[in-house]
């Protein structure tokens, strides 16, 4: 069964510095690997996907994430946050068999600071 | 429509009710996803439609839980004799393309047992 560690519950960043999410995965095959972003009250939007090739791939918003996967790890980075970055960001996994569900971790929630 | 839409938006119910929360996706998709959001828990996966396959109903936490899909269009997820553990947010999300295109979710529903 796949699975998705989000290790850090809540990290806060100063506006202007620099930002990366931490996201590891279990799964046995090549995976579906996404990133997305939750504002208050709101649904979740997607913000990049991984799927094959480059490993590094860009999203929307300024935001990158790297597959790495001697690490299992696809984490989130943005080279500068703005204060409206503040929201829950989810890391989730999927296989590669046409529709299937995805696997979300918990959760980390950024906040920024003046 | 442009979107997934799903009502209400936010429901206070009596613990015992039934309550029935509905989910209206992109026009097209042909897989419709249902997760309970609970705090500090993450995205809990509860049922998924794929055209007119069976559903996977695997995440449905009892049997007071139920989904069901007509057309392949509108679905509404309902809940018997609710209880306070069932509050929670409930987001929908559909797909078009598969894992490979992600979801599209919903601003979600939610219920409050009191």
């Known amino acids: ?114 | 429509g442009a979107g997934v839409s799903q009502s209400p938006s936010n429901k206070v119910t009596e613990k015992g009710k039934d309550v029935e929360l509905r989910c209206d996706p992109i026009s097209g998709h042909t897989a419709l996803y249902w997760y309970r959001q609970s705090l500090g828990q993450g995205l809990e996966f509860l049922i998924y439609f794929q055209g007119n396959s069976a559903p996977d109903k695997s995440g449905l936490p009892s049997d007071r839980f139920s989904a069901e899909r007509t057309g392949g269009s509108v679905s509404t997820l309902t809940i018997q004799r609710t209880q306070q553990e069932d509050s929670a947010v409930y987001l929908c999300a559909s797909s078009g393309q598969g894992t490979f295109g992600g979801y599209t979710f919903g601003s979600g529903t939610r219920l409050t047992v009191v």
């Open chain 1, 1 to 114: 069964a796949q699975s998705v560690t989000q290790p850090d519950i809540h990290i806060t960043v100063s506006e202007g510095a620099s930002l990366e999410l931490r996201c590891n995965y279990s799964y046995g095959a090549t995976p579906y690997l996404f990133w997305y972003v939750q504002s208050p009250g709101q649904g979740l939007q997607l913000l990049l996907k991984y799927f094959s090739g480059d490993t590094l791939v860009q999203g929307i918003k300024g935001f990158e994430a790297e597959f790495k996967r001697s690490q299992s790890s696809f984490n989130l980075r943005k080279p500068s946050v703005h204060w409206s970055d503040a929201a829950e960001y989810f890391c989730a996994v999927g296989a590669d068999s046409g529709y299937s569900t995805l696997t979300f971790g918990k959760g980390t929630m950024l906040l920024v600071s003046p």
